[in-house]
């Protein structure tokens, strides 16, 4: 028989480092991670500036009661819309149902009516005979 043709596992360490982790990250300058620190800190006391100055300008609870009353007026809309839409196509569905209903039906008045006159000139119309009068 022949040998396969694979190669022997090499036992040791491989060649390829498929999880490795590459070079290490440079540490980060003690003043640029003061820089980052302050203007962090900055940040989050603009931001809470802002927030403890929205209340004075603009009433929340009046902002969040306009905004559930836009969505639940575009929620009504939007099923406006819908059933309106539905009932255009329930129309136009029935116009589609009395069209076909009518073709049909005249087709049928023709066909009958050509079989009607297809019987009549088959058969041989024999002319009346007189009836003689019997006599008491």
Do not use: H, Y
């Amino acid at each position: 028989m022949n040998q396969p043709l694979f190669r022997p596992v090499l036992k040791g360490k491989s060649s390829k480092n498929v999880f490795s982790k590459g070079r290490s990250p440079r540490p980060v300058s003690i003043l640029r991670q003061f820089f980052e620190a302050f203007l962090l800190l900055g940040l989050g006391a603009g931001a809470f500036a802002f927030l403890s100055w929205i209340p004075r300008k603009i009433d929340a609870m009046v902002l969040v009661s306009e905004a559930v009353a836009d969505l639940i007026r575009g929620v009504t809309q939007l099923v406006e819309a819908c059933l309106g839409f539905a009932a255009v196509l329930l129309i136009a569905l029935l116009v589609l149902v009395a069209l076909v209903a009518s073709l049909a039906g005249a087709v049928r008045l023709v066909r009958g009516c050509i079989r009607l006159k297809s019987l009549t000139s088959s058969k041989s119309v024999r002319p009346l005979q007189q009836r003689s009068k019997r006599r008491r």
